[in-house]
């Protein structure tokens, strides 16, 4: 069974950056693609960023591009989400999932298959 646990979260003010880190184990674990989703109070699940495993295609939310760089330590499996110029709408709960196929569209929830517990960003204004 695959286990992701993410790591890295916190508190940190307007303007400021984060690195969130999720750890991949399991006897067979080769994903096709891996991503970072968030929830905010009282909102739904929202795409933020994936990438492809083999390739490194990314894809990412327009609210986090240009400020948000996810990458990928494969011989780690360990995913990682760079946030920097933090806003307070960034204020959420950000999982990290991975899909076991390889998957046309990165954006949905649906299409993967695992997914972590989740860490709390909490940007400040």
């Given at each position: 069974?695959?286990?992701?646990?993410?790591?890295?979260?916190?508190?940190?003010?307007?303007?400021?950056s984060?690195?969130?880190?999720?750890?991949?184990?399991?006897?067979t674990?080769?994903?096709?693609?891996m991503?970072?989703?968030?929830?905010?109070?009282?909102k739904?699940?929202?795409?933020?960023?994936?990438?492809?495993?083999?390739?490194?295609?990314?894809?990412?939310?327009?609210?986090?591009?240009g400020?948000?760089?996810i990458?990928?330590?494969?011989?780690?499996?360990?995913?990682?989400?760079?946030?920097?110029?933090?806003?307070?709408?960034?204020?959420?709960?950000?999982?990290c999932?991975?899909s076991?196929?390889?998957?046309?569209?990165?954006?949905?929830?649906?299409?993967?298959?695992?997914?972590?517990?989740?860490?709390?960003?909490?940007?400040?204004?």
């Amino acid at each position: 069974q695959v286990q992701l646990v993410e790591s890295g979260g916190g508190v940190v003010q307007a303007g400021g950056s984060l690195r969130l880190s999720c750890a991949a184990s399991g006897r067979t674990f080769s994903p096709y693609v891996m991503g970072w989703f968030r929830q905010a109070p009282g909102k739904g699940r929202e795409f933020v960023a994936a990438i492809r495993w083999i390739t490194g295609s990314t894809s990412y939310v327009d609210s986090a591009k240009g400020r948000f760089t996810i990458s990928r330590d494969n011989a780690k499996n360990t995913l990682y989400l760079q946030m920097n110029s933090l806003k307070p709408e960034d204020t959420a709960v950000y999982s990290c999932a991975a899909s076991r196929t390889n998957i046309a569209t990165m954006i949905g929830a649906g299409g993967y298959n695992y997914w972590g517990q989740g860490t709390q960003v909490t940007v400040s204004s």
